[in-house]
Structures are given as structure tokens and as C-alpha cells.
């Protein structure tokens, strides 16, 4: 499966955007859809995932209450929604799939196909 991620941009402090998540070559129906993010000189970082069949989600501390993960079913695709954003979550945001359990939905490693990535920059 391949996987187009978009909705990157540039907002201020406060601001929101919505992040997607596309499938090509195939459908999220076996898999978990994750996004992690990677800023300049730090390690990939995981944000939040969710099983496509079921919804079960996952997040990371330092976004929940601010970030939501969703899907929609009639276009394939996986959402994050971002609100309250702030500069510190100025990275490269990625999806990928993985197949592995929930309790190993951070680590990066488990995700076997990963999208091209796009920019969010949060202004001050």
C-alpha cells in the first residue's frame, strides 16, 4: 500500500490544521494508521494511531486534548486534526501502517509503510 500525506502548512500559535492521510495500492482494512513527526535534529516522535477496523485510538501525551485522530471510511483516509497548536509541534509529519498491537503503536520500527511526509510549522 502507498500512502500520500498532506494538510501541512504554516499557522500561529493557537492555530489548527488538519492533517491527511491517503491509501493507494490498497486500504487500511488490516492495519493501524499512525502519525509521527520529526523535527530537525531530533528521532522520529509518535503522535497518535488508530485501528482502522474498530477505531480503537492511541495518543501521546503531550498532544492529547489538542490533536484527534479519525477516519473516513468513504475516502480511504485518515485524519489528525490539530487545534491549539504551538511552536513545539513544528515538525515533518509522517502516516504509516503497521499490523502490530496496540501496546506497540509508538515505536516506529513496527510501521511497514510510511508516506512522504509533510511540513507544519507553527509560527510565534
Known amino acids: 500500500v502507498q500512502l500520500q500525506a498532506s494538510g501541512g502548512g504554516l499557522v500561529q500559535v493557537g492555530g489548527s490544521l488538519r492533517l491527511s492521510c491517503a491509501a493507494s495500492?490498497?486500504?487500511?482494512?488490516?492495519?493501524?494508521v499512525g502519525w509521527f513527526r520529526q523535527a530537525p535534529g531530533k528521532e522520529r516522535e509518535f503522535v497518535a494511531a488508530i485501528r482502522w477496523s474498530g477505531g480503537g485510538t492511541r495518543y501521546a501525551d503531550s498532544v492529547k486534548g489538542r490533536f484527534t485522530i479519525s477516519r473516513d471510511r468513504a475516502k480511504n483516509t485518515v485524519l489528525l486534526q490539530m487545534n491549539s497548536l504551538n511552536p513545539e509541534d513544528t515538525a515533518v509529519y509522517y502516516c504509516?501502517?503497521?499490523?502490530?498491537?496496540?501496546?506497540?503503536?509508538?515505536?516506529?520500527?513496527?510501521?511497514?509503510?510510511w508516506g512522504q511526509g509533510t511540513q507544519v510549522t507553527v509560527s510565534s
Open positions: 495500492g490498497g486500504t487500511f482494512s488490516n492495519y493501524a
Open positions: 504509516a501502517v503497521t499490523t502490530v498491537v496496540f501496546s506497540s503503536w509508538a515505536d516506529p520500527t513496527h510501521y511497514r509503510y
